[in-house]
């Protein structure tokens, strides 16, 4: 799957939150709309209760592989989430350039 174009549900969010969607609140947003709680997202992507606390408040920033596994999860897009993280460190490290991730 190619990411192309940014779901209408992401830019709704951008809209509301007036600006680019950060990781922290895609992960906090998809959780709470899919109406799971942080300890059964936890077990089912491998981690712990504190971690998925600590991305959600941008304390920690979860590895690819992990982002991936939560992404699925939560039932939605591993190319959405990694893509929303490797956008960030782009932007920290104030490159110009846009990433196309792709499902093999």
Known sequence: MTIRKKSTAIKELEKIRKGTL???DLLY????????????????SGTTKAKICDFEKGRRTPSLKLAAKMAKALG????????KLIEEQ??????????KVEAT
């Open 29 to 44: 947003s998809v959780r709470t709309t899919e109406e799971m709680s942080q300890v059964d997202l936890a077990e089912k």
């Open 76 to 83: 939605h897009s591993e190319a959405l989430f990694v893509t």
């Open 90 to 99: 782009i932007k920290d490290a104030k490159l110009k350039l846009k990433i």
């Open 22 to 24: 950060k990781f922290k």
